[in-house]
């Protein structure tokens, strides 16, 4: 479960620090980064599930989620695209919390999504 936490944070912070480069050439709004990231999270559910369940599933996306709300913001804002105007550990708490249950809220989806994509065992 680590690597595949590991394996998903690295997806996530790579894909963050690429469109923290991009999103200022292209004029894009973070939005489209914070689905990116989602999509990462729910990535994380659904091969997360199929070590042990649903909850291995979301909390696979909220352990993505936490690295990605460390590494991953403090990678951008070193690129300049996660600079927020007040920086307070209040604001920070927001943001983490936030994105964590995001994450074990994506990793959920992608646990049932991935439940849902499993074919059916057939009986002999």
């Given at each position: 479960m680590i690597r595949l936490?590991?394996?998903?944070?690295?997806?996530?912070?790579?894909?963050?620090?690429l469109a923290s480069l991009?999103?200022?050439l292209?004029?894009?709004?973070?939005?489209?980064?914070?689905i990116g990231e989602t999509l990462v999270y729910?990535?994380?559910?659904?091969a997360?599930?199929?070590?042990?369940?649903?909850?291995?599933?979301a909390r696979g996306g909220a352990g993505v989620a936490a690295i990605d709300a460390t590494i991953g913001w403090g990678m951008t804002w070193a690129i300049g695209t996660g600079r927020v105007s007040e920086l307070t550990p209040v604001?920070?708490?927001i943001v983490f919390t936030v994105m964590v249950s995001v994450g074990a809220l994506a990793g959920g989806v992608g646990a049932l999504?991935?439940?849902l994509a499993r074919p059916a065992s057939v009986a002999s």
């Open positions: 936490i590991l394996l998903g944070a690295t997806i996530v912070v790579a894909f963050d620090a991009l999103l200022p292209v004029g894009g709004s973070l939005l489209w980064m914070f729910c990535g994380t559910g659904v997360a599930s199929r070590l042990g369940g649903f909850w291995k599933g604001n920070v708490t999504l991935g439940r």
